[in-house]
């Protein structure tokens, strides 16, 4: 059974930070390129980041370029997401996403496994 578990999502205050954490289970990690996408409250899921498996290029959105950082560890599995100078319209929920395939890195249709979601509120 595959499974990814976010972790590291909570309330923070505009211009912190956060780590976000998702550990991966069910499937050969290092054959899937991950990524990070959020929904906010009354809209549609949009992509943040990803980590492509082979040769391990990375993608932001526009949004969050020069505050995110995604990275993994192959060795443990885990993708992370690492987020500074939050502001509010970074609030939203985190999924955490696994892709096996050479598809569009930014199309969560190009997703074959998501985990559960992790709440990041950022307040003023």
């Known amino acids: 059974q595959v499974r990814l578990l976010e972790s590291g999502g909570g309330l923070v205050p505009a211009g912190g930070s956060l780590r976000l954490s998702c550990v991966v289970s069910g499937i050969t990690f290092s054959d899937y390129s991950m990524g990070w996408f959020r929904q906010a409250p009354g809209k549609e899921r949009e992509f943040v980041a990803a980590?492509?498996?082979?040769?391990?290029?990375?993608y932001m959105a526009d949004s969050v370029k020069g505050r995110f950082t995604i990275s993994r560890d192959n060795a443990k599995s885990m993708v992370y997401l690492e987020m500074s100078s939050l502001k509010l319209e970074d609030t939203a929920v985190y999924f955490c996403a696994a892709r096996g395939g050479l598809t569009l890195y930014y199309d969560e249709r190009s997703y074959d496994h998501w985990g559960q979601g992790t709440q990041v509120t950022v307040s003023s």
């Open positions: 980590f492509s498996r082979n040769p391990g290029r990375t």
